[in-house]
């Protein structure tokens, strides 16, 4: 009887955590607002968290950057088209190559040569600002989270280590709260780094496209969010080292599964790379150089190739099927706009479409409900059971008198 009842207990939770998804793709008219967030952003913010002023880090002696938009580099819709598919863009911040030598050295007499860093590095260097108060970083990541985003408290510097292995691919967790990974461009990191970063240092490594994946709820893994099971990750696509030039700084969506790689030459020189957190505390409207409403099919992943290595693959055509819904509907998200342009799709496509029927319903129900179905697929569903009509109330009742 105790194995029954834990059983029905695991099903029902189960059953909740299906509805909260479709849940909260459901009333596609309606923008979500900040207040519809605050909660999550209380639980995870710690309260050191620095509030950017007008999308400006404050410099090191208290004054802004630069107080200008004007001054703002912002993205253009093709670049965040390709954020919003490829969840990075590589940012090449105009200053004086005599500041990444000054930070790489102030870095090692604060830890010590060969030592990683800690949690928050910028008072310790706080020549960092100098690299993320820049127009051009400053500028896309007001882009991407709004003019009023937000610096967090969190902002470690690491070193790679890894010369036996590589990092485990992971996404980072919400310190806690591993739940919460919202598709819309509410959260960013930023990677600096200040040296020019080889394969044989250990670079960076991403999975193009893989933020909307989480796996986390069948296939449970442990700390940050490794997965233990690299088989697991091959539908997502290839990993893609990024062996950036030095100053270079990463913009990536917090969700895209990423991990330091293997030290392949333990001569080479340190790899730093300084990982600070950014994220939005305004409901979205276009904060980029917003010139056309439509989506369009993005271009290629930015290119940050490493010697004797091929950049990204283009995704295959099962890949963007899958995708290609959730690219249209963030896009419309990010530019305020109350319709659902990317869910309205041919059949004939194979991509979704609103026009559901009630046999459908009960189909993408099946899905949802097997633990067997893959992570793909379940978005797919998900999607499309929340954005037709009806679609929701029949989860609901499905779930209550089932």
Known sequence: NSIIMRNKIMALCSCCVIAALVLSL????????????????????????DR?????????AGQTASDKPS?????????????????????????NATIHSRISSAVRKVYGEGKDGDNNILPHVPELADIYGTPEVRGALQSIL???????????????????????????????????RPHQLLWAMALYYAQDTTLEMGPTGVIP???????????RYSGEGAIHNRKLLEPLGEMYPLCVSQGSVVIMHYDLWHAGLRRLNTKSPERWMFKFQFYRVSDPRPSWHHM?????????????????????????TELVQQREPIWRQVWSWATGETGDQGIQTSEKSGRLNRSVNPQQHE????????????????????YSLARSPGGYQHLVHAILFS
């Not at 985003?149 to 485990?168: E, G």
């Not at 992943?301 to 693959?313: F, I, S, V, Y």
Request: proline share 4%.
């Open 363 to 382: 189909q993408m129900l099946a899905m949802l409900l097997n633990v067997k179905t893959k992570d793909s697929e379940l978005l797919t569903a998900a």
């Open 209 to 219: 496209g893989s933020q909307y994946n989480s796996l986390e709820r069948r296939f």
């Open 52 to 60: 950017v002023a007008g999308g400006s880090v404050f410099s090191r």
């Open 71 to 95: 001054d703002l580099v912002l993205l253009s819709d093709e670049d965040m088209q390709a954020y919003i598919a490829h969840g990075f863009l590589v940012i090449k911040p105009n200053v």
């Open 292 to 316: 056309h409403s439509s989506w369009q099919s993005p271009r290629a992943a930015d290119t940050a190739t490493c010697a004797g290595k091929p950049g990204p693959q283009a995704y295959s």
């Open 146 to 180: 709004g003019e009023d985003y937000v610096m967090h408290a969190h902002r470690h510097a690491h070193l790679n280590q890894n010369v036996r292995s590589a990092q485990k691919v992971h996404q980072d967790s919400f310190f806690g709260f591993q739940e919460f």
């Open 26 to 49: 459901y009333d596609a008219e309606r923008v979500p607002t900040v207040d519809d967030r605050q909660d999550t952003i209380q639980k995870t913010v710690p309260q050191s968290a």
